[in-house]
C-alpha cells in the first residue's frame, strides 16, 4: 500500500485492522512507511497487524497488487503484470487507463463498481465516501454559520432552530439531512427522484415541495431535466431557498455537469449570515452559482458560499476505515487462489476491471480512450 501523494489528501487505502485480516489470510502486506500516518494510523500499528513498513520503491518493486485510494502520480513506476486498485476515476482521465494499459497493468477503479447488485455493497466505496462528505458537509455549514443549529432555552433565552435545506437527497445529502437532524436543525430536503422523496421524509425532515415532477434515470440514479423542467425547477427553488438559514446541496446527474440550482439570485435574496455548502462543487460548476472547489467565499450580501473539496480527506479516521473495509471486500472477490484473476463473465469484475493483458477491457472507458485517439 502507498502514502497518498495529492495535496490534502489524507485517507488511507488499507488501516490496522484490515491490515490484520489480509495478513490473517496468508497475504504479505507492505506498507509504505508513513502512509497512515496523516489519518492517525502509526506505522507501528500497521506493523503490530502483520505488515511490512518499507519505503515506496520496495511497495512498487515487491507487491503483486497495489492498492491507493487516489491514482499515484508516480504511476510509472508499475510495472507489468501488476495490479492497481483504487478510486482511479476513469471517465474523468481515461488517459491513466490508456497507461496502465500500455504498461500491461491490471487497473482496477472501485468507482466503477455496479452499484445496485447486493453483493457488491460491501465493496461500494462511493457509497462510503459520499456519507463521510455527507456527514462533514453539515458540519462545516454548522461550523461557519453565525448562529446555532438546535433551538436552546437558556437564563438569557430561547434561540430559535436553524432552517436546513439539503437539496439532492442522494447518500451524502440523505447523511446532511440526518446530521442536521442530530444537531438539532430544523431541516427540509428535496430531491427529484419519488424514491429519494420517500427517504427524505423517513428520516423525519420536511419534504420541499415545488410542485415539479419527478426525474428518475437508471439504476437508481436522477436524469437531466428538460430545459422547461429545470427553468420551471429553478424558479420555485429560488423563491424557497431565502427562507433557510443553511443550504446543502449534493445534487449530480451521472456523466453530465452538476445542475445549477442555487442561483445569484437566490444568493442575493437570502439573509446576511445564511450559508450554502456545494458538494458538487467542480471545475465546470456546482450547484451553486459561482462556487468552486475548495474555496469559501462571502457574497456582498453576506452569505458564505463554501465550495466543498474533497471532504471525506477531512474526516480521515473514518472515511480510510470505511474505504479499506471496500479494498478487502472487492480483493476478498478478485483474488482467486491466491492471485488476482479477472473473470470478464463477473459482472463486478466487467464493472471495476478497467485494463487487463495490455487492454482497456472497460466498455465506458474504452470508448473514452477510442475518441481520445480519434
Ligand atoms: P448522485 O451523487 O448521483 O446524486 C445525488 C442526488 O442528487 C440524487 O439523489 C439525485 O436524484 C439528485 N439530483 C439530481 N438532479 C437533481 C436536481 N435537479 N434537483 C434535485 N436533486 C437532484 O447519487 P448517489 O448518492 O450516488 O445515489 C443515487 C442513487 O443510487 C440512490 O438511489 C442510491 O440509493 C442509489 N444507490 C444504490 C445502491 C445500491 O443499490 N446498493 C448503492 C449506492 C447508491
Known sequence: ?????????????????????LAGTGMVVLVQSGAGSAAWFPDEAYAAAGASVVDRGAVYAGSD????????????????????????????????????????????????????????????????????AGYKAALVAADAYGGYFPMLMTAAGTTRPARVLVLGAGVAGLQAIATCRRLGAQV??????????????STGAAVLDLAVPTAEGEAGYARELS??????????????????????????????RPPRLVTADALAAMRPGSVVVDLAASEPGGNVEGSAPGQHVVTDRGVTVIGAGNLPAAVPAAASTAYARNIA?????????????????????AGVVVTHDGDVVQPQVRGLVEEDRS
Open 65 to 132: 497488487v497495489i492498492v491507493c485510494v487516489r491514482p499515484p502520480g508516480d504511476s510509472e513506476r508499475l510495472r507489468e503484470g501488476q495490479a492497481l486498485v483504487g478510486l482511479l476515476n476513469p471517465l474523468a482521465d481515461p488517459g491513466l487507463a490508456r497507461r496502465l494499459a500500455e504498461a500491461k497493468v491490471t487497473g482496477v477503479s472501485l468507482d466503477l463498481l455496479p452499484r445496485t447488485l447486493s453483493r457488491a455493497q460491501s465493496m461500494d466505496a462511493l457509497t462510503s465516501q459520499a456519507n463521510v
Open 1 to 21: 500500500m502507498l502514502r497518498e501523494l495529492a495535496a490534502g489528501e489524507r485517507r488511507v487505502a488499507l488501516t490496522p485492522d484490515v491490515t490484520a485480516r
Open 227 to 256: 430545459d422547461a423542467e429545470a427553468r420551471a425547477q429553478q424558479a420555485a427553488l429560488d423563491a424557497a431557498t431565502a427562507g433557510f438559514d443553511a443550504v446543502i446541496t449534493t445534487a449530480q446527474v451521472p456523466g453530465r
Open 188 to 201: 427540509t430536503g428535496y430531491d427529484v427522484r419519488a424514491a429519494a422523496r420517500a427517504d427524505i421524509a
Open 329 to 349: 471486500a472487492l480483493l476478498g472477490h478478485l483474488i482467486r487462489d491466491g492471485a488476482l484473476a479477472v473473470d470478464p463473465a463477473d459482472e463486478i469484475d
